[in-house]
């Protein structure tokens, strides 16, 4: 079946430094969603992903889909402590109607 | 609603009783998840409908766990005979295919 990891799987960062999140499907994906889930919360979706190659911004938030849509990255540039939390990704296969797959997770605090 | 509804939002039951979570999609949704959540773990995917089509049961731990949709809306996750590996928070999601999922805010359960 369908597999999507993502690396690292914790991350600790000092407030304003940078942070990478990596997502990685055994598979090709039709396209690529990321959330992020605060502390106590449920997954909020961010933002999808459907090109190739496509790179897509939210103000400090770097969304890169790698050229054989089977990858994927989340770049913060100068991280906040508003940015804790646990950021997925998650992608459909090129199949009718067949589930979304989320991937591991990481998990990013910020130390102040 | 505006949101996908869960209840009830907290569980409290003894080990050996059956729990019945309810899931409310957002009005018009053909595809709905269940998903289970161990504390600081990721996203563990129980069971998948997608409009008239037969679920996708292939996350589903054990025969003890099973879900049904009524009329492409309102979801039932039960879990019968409860043990306490079984306590977790209880996420329901909606979207249309290939669409990004909206949570509810879960069921937490507790088994004492």
């Known amino acids: 079946g369908q597999q999507v990891m993502q690396i690292p799987q914790y991350q600790h960062v000092q407030e304003g430094e940078d942070f990478t999140t990596y997502c990685n499907s055994s598979t090709t994906l039709s396209n690529i969603q990321w959330y992020k889930q605060r502390p106590g919360g449920h997954p909020v979706f961010l933002i999808q992903l459907v090109k190739s190659g496509e790179v897509k911004k939210q103000k400090r938030l770097t969304f890169q889909f790698g050229e054989a849509k089977k990858n994927s990255s989340l770049h913060i540039t100068a991280t906040q402590t508003t940015d804790v939390g646990t950021y997925f990704c998650a992608g459909y296969r090129n199949f009718g109607n067949e589930k979304l797959t989320f991937g591991t997770g990481t998990r990013l605090t910020i130390i102040p | 609603g505006a949101g996908v509804s869960q209840s009830p939002s907290n569980k409290v039951t003894e080990k050996g009783k059956d729990v019945e979570l309810r899931c409310d999609p957002i009005s018009g949704h053909t595809a709905l998840y269940w998903y289970r959540q161990s504390l600081g773990q990721g996203l563990e995917f129980l069971i998948y409908f997608q409009g008239n089509s037969a679920p996708d049961k292939s996350g589903l731990p054990s025969d003890r766990f099973s879900a049904e949709r009524t009329g492409g809306s309102v979801s039932t996750l039960t879990i019968q005979r409860t043990q306490q590996e079984d306590s977790a928070v209880y996420l329901c999601?909606?979207?249309?295919?290939?669409?990004?999922?909206?949570f509810g805010d879960g069921t937490r359960l507790s088994i004492l």
């Open positions: 999601a909606s979207s249309l295919w290939p669409g990004p999922q909206h």
